[in-house]
């Protein structure tokens, strides 16, 4: 009898469901509902007042279903503009201090080799380029941060949940999968962790798996150095629209694969209807806005320092292990000798300044000396130079003469005593020359450090290196034509040992364990643009988003005169063959790259082991077609990065819109 009832109901509601394409548990709340108010209505008693509210009326406008969306994405663009577009700009002035810094903490470290730096030299700098090249973006957050707390603070976060549940519920998701996408970087400046977390709001079974499946497409903090480094080098003109293109393409991929997601491997989970309820509009208050940017500041910061630095730290290992092999370095140490063998050559024997740098090693110790008085001169005055010039010249005088051509501001109460002390050098230097002409090299070059040796003891001899050996003071010249011949050839030396430098370090990346595993793959993905160089920054980023640009940092690193140049000027400078299409196929594939590993964990303590696993796997699949369809497809065609950009991201448009309208015959599920 039971079993005849229930099946009786059972047909019932199938063909009410059939009839009126709507759920029974829907309809059955929608009663439920209207019978509350009805009872309400009855038993309780209410003052009319016709009469709006200040909410009530901005309503009228926010939540319109016409007005509301394009008032919310007009908010979305003004956000790009203030915090991607004029946050870059202060960029401007805040490397400066981070490069700094960066100087700061290469001085206190030995002075780097000719070839290779000391371990602890390279280790502490690739950490600290690592986390420097991060924290470049901190003016954007600031901005961003800000912006999201008023959002919130005043009232119209919970407005944008209201305009996308209509938007939403198509797709398989509701007003409350909102928070999660806004927590998880909705547009742009979230995380995953918090929002996967926030979908224990959600009731319905299916939309709260949904939601957490595509949270991590959303555009998390994560990603945003990665986007405004590339961005910054290709497509600098357009930065405002192209990183709007790159935020908001992920919400449209969402939906998408929500969709797919819940007519597929979601389809038996249950569902059930969503109410929420509306704050009134109020000013924010300038104490919590303050005070939630200096939450997320600070809860940004010490993932930086922490999980940054400590990934940073194994791929220093698994980059520089094993090396580049025992035949490959003594092939670069020959390269090394010629290099200083030639340059002595070039001087001559006879030139005292050579047996300063007649080896790689006091090569080395020249260029770190030149680079910290070039970095100490840099934009002083005439009275602060002259105090540094006397620093150095009690520092290392040889060096000082050869790294300032021979010309060097003293007081001119200096000068006599320089002049005699030349002049003594001089005759000194003569005499011995004389004494030891008819020895042979060796021998005399033995006796000639024995010579220098007591005259580096006076402590002004190394001054003439730095300036090559010609200064003019209080209409005073004093020259040094042996410091400005020993002056000229360094920077032939010096441009030489770039070029040996940097060979030695990408032959040692490219032999490493993660440049192999670069290169293994790199055969498949060649075709969305990506080098192994690439390759390691993306495996990097499992660990955590941060490290694509960290790793990068890492990996193209610069000799050139200037320490802390900015990691897009070296991308630019080390890649010439990188275009626009590279660029957008990188930033297609990192937006639709899997999670970090905090963020998996989250996800299999939520869901599920499988679930977890799935989020690993389907992403990265949809993340590299995406990423070849853009490279190749653009190759192919011949067209531009931002105009194979805008024409995916309008077929992608174009597919979310007709998923939007599908809608599938409802089945109930057999009991």
């Known amino acids: 009898m039971k079993k005849e009832i229930f099946n009786k109901l059972q047909k019932i509601e199938e063909n009410y469901v059939k009839e009126n394409e709507i759920p029974t548990r829907v309809k059955i709340a929608e009663v439920r509902h209207f019978n509350a108010g009805k009872i309400a209505n009855k038993c309780t008693i209410g003052i009319k007042n016709n009469k709006k509210t200040f909410t009530d009326k901005l309503d009228n406008i926010i939540c319109n279903r016409f007005l509301g969306p394009i008032v919310l994405f007009a908010t979305l663009f003004g956000i790009y503009e203030l915090a991607i577009v004029q946050g870059y700009n202060l960029t401007n002035y805040w490397w400066p201090v981070l490069g700094g810094l960066q100087d700061f903490v290469e001085s206190l470290l030995p002075a780097e080799g000719f070839l290779s730096d000391p371990f602890i030299t390279s280790f502490i700098l690739w950490v600290v380029q690592g986390i420097t090249a991060v924290l470049n973006y901190i003016p954007i957050f600031l901005i961003l941060f800000a912006l999201v707390a008023i959002m919130e603070d005043s009232g119209y976060m919970a407005r944008i949940a209201f305009i996308l549940d209509r938007i939403f519920r198509p797709f398989g998701l509701h007003g409350q999968s909102a928070l999660p996408l806004l927590l998880g970087g909705l547009y742009v400046g979230?995380?995953?962790?918090?929002?996967?977390?926030?979908?224990?709001?959600?009731?319905?079974?299916?939309?709260?798996?949904?939601?957490?499946?595509?949270?991590?497409?959303?555009?998390?903090?994560?990603?945003?150095?990665?986007?405004?480094?590339?961005?910054?080098?290709?497509?600098?003109?357009?930065?405002?629209?192209?990183?709007?293109?790159?935020?908001?393409?992920?919400?449209?991929?969402?939906?998408?694969?929500?969709?797919?997601?819940?007519?597929?491997?979601?389809?038996?989970?249950?569902?059930?209807?969503?109410?929420?309820?509306?704050?009134?509009?109020?000013?924010?208050?300038?104490?919590?806005?303050?005070?939630?940017?200096?939450?997320?500041?600070?809860?940004?910061?010490?993932?930086?320092?922490?999980?940054?630095?400590?990934?940073?730290?194994?791929?220093?290992?698994?980059?520089?292990?094993p090396g580049v092999g025992k035949e490959s370095e003594k092939v670069y140490l020959q390269q090394e000798d010629t290099i200083i063998q030639d340059y002595v050559n070039g001087v001559g024997y006879e030139n005292p300044y050579i047996y300063f740098l007649n080896t790689p090693e006091k090569f080395a110790n020249y260029i770190d000396f030149e680079q910290n008085y070039k970095d100490s001169v840099r934009n002083k005055s005439d009275e602060e130079i002259e105090k540094i010039n006397k620093a150095y010249l009690i520092k290392n005088p040889e060096f000082f003469k050869i790294a300032t051509g021979g010309k060097f501001g003293l007081a001119e109460a200096e000068l006599e005593f320089f002049d005699q002390y030349n002049e003594d050098y001089s005759r000194a230097l003569s005499i011995f020359i004389d004494e030891t002409r008819n020895l042979d090299v060796l021998t005399r070059a033995d006796l000639f450090r024995e010579f220098s040796a007591s005259w580096e003891n006076a402590n002004h001899l190394y001054f003439s290196i730095v300036r090559t050996g010609k200064i003019t003071v209080s209409g005073n010249t004093l020259k040094d034509s042996l410091a400005t011949t020993a002056s000229k050839p360094v920077r032939t030396v010096e441009r030489e040992r770039k070029v040996i430098r940097k060979e030695y370090n990408d032959e040692k990346i490219e032999k490493s364990l993660m440049g192999s595993a670069g290169k293994f793959i790199e055969p498949v993905t060649k075709y969305a643009g990506f080098n192994w160089k690439v390759n390691i920054s993306l495996l990097s980023a499992l660990a955590a988003k941060e490290n694509t640009v960290a790793t990068l940092g890492s990996i193209y690193q610069s000799d050139s005169d200037e320490g802390s140049q900015e990691l897009s000027e070296k991308i630019s400078q080390q890649e010439e063959g990188w275009t626009p299409l590279h660029a957008a196929a990188m930033m297609i594939f990192m937006a639709l790259y899997p999670p970090c590993l905090a963020a998996l964990i989250t996800i299999g303590t939520e869901a599920g082991f499988k679930w977890m696993l799935f989020s690993l796997v389907y992403p990265t699949i949809l993340g590299f077609l995406f990423a070849v369809l853009i490279f190749s497809g653009g190759t192919l065609l011949g067209t531009t990065g931002l105009v194979t950009f805008l024409i995916f991201y309008f077929i992608i448009i174009g597919i979310t819109i007709l998923l939007g309208l599908y809608k599938p015959k409802l089945k109930k599920k057999k009991i």
Not at 237 to 243: D, I
Not at 269 to 290: A, C, I, R
């Open 190 to 321: 979230g995380c995953a962790i918090p929002g996967i977390m926030a979908t224990r709001a959600i009731k319905d079974e299916r939309a709260r798996h949904a939601t957490i499946l595509v949270v991590p497409l959303m555009n998390c903090l994560a990603k945003i150095p990665f986007y405004v480094l590339l961005i910054n080098i290709f497509f600098f003109q357009v930065s405002g629209v192209m990183m709007f293109l790159i935020s908001t393409v992920t919400i449209f991929v969402a939906l998408s694969v929500s969709k797919i997601l819940s007519l597929t491997v979601l389809k038996k989970m249950d569902t059930s209807p969503f109410v929420m309820e509306m704050p009134p509009y109020h000013v924010p208050s300038v104490k919590n806005v303050l005070r939630r940017v200096v939450e997320r500041i600070w809860a940004f910061l010490k993932k930086v320092v922490t999980i940054i630095a400590l990934v940073s730290a194994v791929l220093y290992f698994l980059l520089n292990f």
